[in-house]
């Protein structure tokens, strides 16, 4: 492994920010670091990067210990989220500043900085102050700083969170593949699960003095570890009502309630029957459908608001409750009143209301398993 | 004409001497209906603020009038104007609880007691800020100052309700819920609201109208939907939707009975002429050089059609981004399901004339929109 | 509001006229002294109108006093000298010495450093003529009493802790993003410090260095207990104008020409850099 975490702690003052995180990242890897603000991912970059120190483990770089080694000896670059460049240099100096400190020769520093500034598109800026970049040409620049020193390990701390909506958009498709070119093990940072799960070979979600759940975007959002998680992905937010699953009629399988429609849960759920438990449902995997379709629940529309490529229709169950349902734009929406909802059964999430875990299904239920198999 | 609550008429703001300061505002004209939410969306420093401190009436207009409710307004300080405002620095009392902020002007205005504080309850449960209520703005977060800040806005009877950067701070779970939450509660009481902000899919989700401005002038000013389907100009067209519009420069020229598109790295979109109406094709036909422009999700992909290398596949869940090299640039597509593609596939991109916005290369002036003449 | 009606137009340009009035009238008024002779000076009623003369200043640049009683030796232009030398030494060893304490302050939060740095600013708490009597007869014990350097030395008391926390709130104010950038760029410390810190830190650093030299040059107590004659700044110097038969009010006035001319000058000089010093936050990157 190229990077190599175990057991990390830190506190400020009395305060645990950090509480026992392990990690691996391998050489090529893209790991994301997701989670919402203060959930410690500042500061696990700034203890890899050496800036702050750990109050227990440690941190392995390439089988090394770091413990006591400096940061200008860790052979990391690193971007920040608020650009953190030299403001008394110019662009070219500020990317050169890695080469500056490795008395590379002023050509081979010359060549490097423009390699690195053509690929970042900002060659025609090098001689520019920062004052008098624009905000997307700082963060190439800091990008490119970064990148000039050709690190083991690439650090990039939310780089992409004080640039505008498009630029950001471009940056996202862009960097992927930057990152493959380099060859470095990445950890980059971020609070945007769209940011997540486009970049992140795997996404270790962060919450609470830890990291809760490490997984390919896939696992995550398909089968996030426990309900923070699951609402913590995805766009609006996924619907979380509160549940007790009662056995279905006949069939042996398992039913829930909404609207007082059951709908039928797939997969062995079995053991969960009579427990308390929170139904997750995507705002996707719900769909509008004709009055009188089999398993249509009722719903009341409340307000109508459309996204960018898709329409947000917040409702109303019969008891009060608020589901969001989402479809592609373009596609008919229902009339104000009183409308109807599908749902795919197979993407419903159900966790544990006591713990917020989430219930994976034939976890209760071995045998019903086996007649799925 | 509907009811016209707010009428802004060719109105200016300069800052500085004329000349050497700054042109913030440009001859702005806009009404807004009663009953009516509309945002002001544009990038920082577009003078979106500006617009919305001269209505309120913390800046004073430099050119033009304001009528508010039938009074002209533009000459009385804010607190003749009977306008509500929220703001993005929240602004909260810090002397006095929560629930006294909110309730602040209705206590003023002498309303019942028992009134009062069952506005207050409504409001604060749809912000959900019922557990705060009691304690001191400085005690609570960011996020619930804002809320608080919003609840003192919208609780009043004002004619008008200025919205700035309203859940700028609010973390994006909650920002969804809120939103179709504050769109009822605005429009079940028919207020009319303003509201600023930079962030598009807001301004989407709660205007009825969007005011897309930048550089200090008003760039369009229409529903969503229109924007979309319609936009006016390049800027409004590459601004307003996300994934931004696919934009490339073409040549348009005719050949036997094809309307024919030629885009950089000599690639040629070819169409029957009768896909274009005539005063469409008639229109492009004689600009020659063009810019068409196609969102993400209106790019397909299929048999026929230009072939395009994929460098990015991103699946989000619910979407999938797709980044091909094509027209030696690069086309954009939205997907809503997972895509099996890989950096380096080969796909085959199809643009329908329906969905081409073509627009003037110098000008940025849109010039059709599919079928029809902009 | 950009629209200014014209009545308040002129109140605003009077009530800013009867400011500069109130804070330029004594200078000013120095100033006419200084080209005036005692007589003209203390003619009752006074007037504005005289015969302007140089001779005030000659008796100050030659060192010969006219008075009733005759002439007298005085040694201001060594005065001025010594001015100019114990201030601008002071400033330099404050500096030295401030700046890297500064930066260890501001940046290095180690144990009981806020109780250090507060002790420092402390001095400035403290009468001095409470520190004075002891430090008299302690200078005069090792042999420091009545030198430069045993002056500069005191001299600190003044300087330092106004650098210190000038300079500090400079080093605050700079990201540590920025300087952690530099050192994961591959840089040490030091060299963080001197190519990061330094620079941006500059205005402050100046805007500290002037403010510690005008209190340097302003300083009396210190001078008038711990230097003899040959050592005396002007502020101490221009008590030997008080002689036997009065006040010598136009040679006062002359000298204090003289000797607020290099602090001014230096003001005005360095005015920008003050203003930008003193409104913290001049690093953005």
């Known amino acids: ?373 | 004409m509907t009811d016209i609550m707010l009428n802004i008429e060719n109105v200016d703001k300069f800052y500085g001497p004329v000349g050497v300061g700054v042109h913030a505002v440009k001859g702005i004209d806009m009404q807004v209906a009663r009953g009516e939410i509309i945002a002001l969306l544009g990038s920082s420093g577009c003078g979106k603020t500006s617009t919305l401190r001269m209505v309120a009436g913390f800046e004073a207009v430099s050119r033009g009038r304001i009528h508010l409710a039938g009074r002209e307004v533009h000459m009385l300080p804010p607190v003749k104007r009977n306008v509500a405002m929220a703001f993005e620095g929240y602004s909260l009392y810090p002397t006095v609880t929560v629930r006294d902020n909110i309730a602040f002007a209705l206590k003023a205005a002498r309303l019942p007691q028992s009134e009062v504080e069952s506005r207050v309850r409504d409001v604060a449960q749809m912000l959900e800020i019922t557990d705060i209520l009691d304690r001191f703005p400085t005690s609570v977060s960011g996020g619930q100052q804002q809320r608080a800040s919003l609840a003192r806005a919208l609780i009043r009877d004002a004619d008008l309700h200025l919205l700035d950067e309203p859940m700028g701070q609010l973390e994006p779970q909650l920002r969804t819920l809120l939103r179709g939450r504050i769109k009822h509660f605005i429009k079940e009481r028919g207020l009319t609201a303003i509201l600023v902000t930079h962030d598009q899919t807001e301004a989407n989700a709660l205007a009825d109208r969007i005011a897309v401005m930048e550089d200090g002038v008003l760039q369009q000013y229409a529903s969503p939907a229109e924007i979309k389907e319609r936009p006016a100009n390049l800027f409004t067209g590459t601004f307003v939707g996300e994934p931004p519009m696919n934009v490339f420069p073409a040549s348009a020229s005719v050949s036997a009975g094809e309307i024919l598109l030629n885009l950089a790295g000599g690639l040629v979109l070819r169409y029957p002429e009768a896909e274009f109406a005539p005063e469409v094709r008639q229109s492009i036909l004689s600009r020659g050089d063009v810019v068409i422009g196609v969102r993400p999700y209106a790019v397909h992909r299929g048999e026929g059609g230009a072939e395009a290398q994929v460098v990015a596949n991103q699946w989000l869940g619910d979407q999938t981004h797709i980044a091909a090299a094509f027209a030696e640039s690069t086309v954009v597509l939205v997907e809503h399901d997972r895509a099996r593609l890989s950096e380096g596939d080969r796909i085959r991109i199809a643009l329908k004339p329906d969905d081409l916005h073509v627009f003037d290369p110098d000008s940025g002036m849109a010039i059709s929109h599919g079928r029809g003449l902009a | 509001m950009d629209t200014v009606s014209p009545l308040e137009r002129v109140l605003r340009g009077l009530a800013i006229t009867v400011v500069i009035l109130f804070f330029m009238f004594p200078i000013v008024w120095i100033f006419l002294m200084s080209f005036q002779t005692n007589e003209t000076i203390l003619r009752v009623p006074p007037s504005v109108v005289f015969e302007p003369t140089l001779t005030n200043y000659t008796a100050l640049i030659t060192g010969k006093l006219e008075t009733a009683a005759g002439t007298l030796e005085i040694a201001f232009m060594r005065n001025l000298w010594n001015s100019l030398f114990l201030s601008t030494a002071s400033v330099a060893v404050g500096l030295l010495l401030g700046v890297p304490a500064a930066y260890a302050f501001g940046r290095l939060k180690f144990r009981g450093s806020e109780d250090i740095a507060f002790t420092l600013l402390s001095f400035r708490f403290a009468p001095p003529l409470l520190v004075l009597l002891p430090l008299t007869i302690y200078f005069q014990k090792i042999g420091l009493a009545d030198t430069y350097v045993g002056l500069i030395w005191v001299y600190q008391l003044i300087v330092l802790p106004l650098i210190l926390w000038i300079v500090r709130g400079y080093f605050e104010d700079i990201p540590a993003d920025i300087e952690y950038a530099y050192r994961i760029a591959g840089h040490s410390w030091f060299s963080t410090f001197r190519k990061i810190a330094l620079p941006l830190a500059g205005p402050g650093i100046a805007a500290a260095g002037l403010l510690a030299f005008i209190f340097a040059w302003n300083n009396f107590i210190f001078a008038l207990v711990l230097a003899s004659a040959d050592k005396q700044p002007v502020t101490v110097g221009a008590l030997a104008f008080v002689t036997a038969s009065g006040i010598q009010y136009g040679q006062v006035a002359a000298g204090i020409v003289l000797s607020i001319a290099p602090t001014f000058a230096l003001a005005l000089y360095a005015q920008r850099y003050l203003v930008e010093g003193l409104s913290l936050g001049a690093v953005k990157g």
Do not use: W
């Open chain 1, 1 to 373: 492994m190229s990077l190599k975490l175990t057991d990390i702690v830190k506190r400020f003052k009395t305060e645990t920010v950090l509480d026992g995180v392990s990690l691996s990242v391998g050489r090529g890897e893209t790991l994301v670091l997701f989670g919402p603000s203060g959930a410690g991912k500042t500061v696990l970059l700034r203890l890899i990067a050496g800036v702050v120190d750990p109050d227990g483990g440690t941190i392995e770089i390439e089988g090394r210990d770091m413990d006591g080694v400096e940061p200008e000896d860790r052979g990391i670059g690193m971007a920040f989220q608020n650009f953190a460049l030299f403001p008394h240099m110019d662009a070219m100096a500020n990317i050169a500043s890695p080469l500056t400190a490795r008395r590379t020769g002023r050509e081979a520093i010359a060549e490097t900085v423009g390699k690195v500034a053509r690929m970042l598109k900002i060659d025609h800026v090098l001689h520019h102050k920062p004052k008098e970049l624009s905000n997307g040409q700082k963060q190439r620049t800091a990008l490119a700083r970064a990148l000039a020193g050709a690190p083991q390990i690439l650090l990039l701390d939310d780089p992409l969170r004080n640039v505008d909506a498009k630029l950001r958009f471009e940056m996202r498709l862009e960097l992927p593949r930057l990152l493959r070119s380099q060859d470095a093990t990445v950890i980059y940072v971020t609070q945007d699960y769209k940011e997540a799960m486009a970049l992140g070979d795997r996404i270790a979600v962060m919450n609470g003095h830890g990291i809760q759940q490490i997984g390919t975007p896939e696992d995550i959002y398909l089968r996030p570890a426990n309900i923070e998680i699951a609402r913590l992905f995805g766009d609006p937010v996924i619907n979380l009502l509160d549940v007790v699953p009662e056995a279905a009629d006949g069939s042996g399988g398992v039913q829930v309630r909404l609207s007082d429609q059951p709908v039928a849960l797939v997969g062995g759920y079995a053991g969960t029957v009579g427990t308390d438990c929170v139904l997750g449902l995507r705002p996707e995997a719900m769909r509008f459908v004709d009055p009188g379709t089999p398993g249509a629940i009722p719903v009341e529309v409340e307000a109508e608001t459309p996204l960018n490529e898709k329409t947000v229709t917040l409702t109303l169950t019969q008891r009060g409750r608020e589901i969001m349902v989402s479809r592609p734009s373009g596609m008919p929406g229902p009339d104000q009143g009183t409308a109807y909802v599908a749902v795919d059964a197979k993407d419903a999430l159900l966790f544990d209301r006591a713990t917020g875990q989430r219930i994976a299904p034939g976890a209760h239920s071995p045998a019903l398993q086996e007649d799925v198999a």
